[in-house]
Nanobody, 120 residues
Framework: QVQLVESGGGLVQPGGSLRLSCAAS????????MGWYRQAQGKERELVAT???????DYADSVKGRFTISRDNAKKTVALQMNSLKSEDTAVYYC??????????????WGQGTQVTVSS
């Protein structure tokens, strides 16, 4: 069973920085993608950033230039460096990974989430 454990959330002032980390365990499969989503209160879950095993990354327009995703394939970890945080970044952040078991079948796994609050 794949398990994802997030850490690094908390309270930060506007303009500050936080680094989220996620460690995966419970599988010998590699991850096609690793990433982060977030869900603000009363809103739908949305993509923040994803990184493929090949090294490419994709970001939500709202975080481009402020957030950086990085992954370590050997350690099965993914991190999200968040700079210049804004109040609208306040949300629960979820780590997710996708395993491509075979052509045509993949499965996504999710962490429990970590709260990020940006407030003065």
């Amino acid at each position: 069973q794949v398990q994802l454990v997030e850490s690094g959330g908390g309270l930060v002032q506007p303009g500050g920085s936080l680094r989220l980390s996620c460690a995966a365990s419970g599988t010998t499969f590699s991850f096609a993608t690793m990433g982060w989503y977030r869900q603000a209160q009363g809103k739908e879950r949305e993509l923040v950033a994803t990184a493929t095993s090949g090294g490419s990354a994709d970001y939500a327009d709202s975080v481009k230039g402020r957030f950086t995703i990085s992954r370590d394939n050997a350690k099965k970890t993914v991190a999200l460096q968040m700079n210049s945080l804004k109040s609208e970044d306040t949300a629960v952040y979820y780590c997710t990974v996708r395993i491509l078991y075979f052509v045509g079948y993949s499965r996504d796994y999710w962490g429990q989430g970590t709260q990020v609050t940006v407030s003065s």
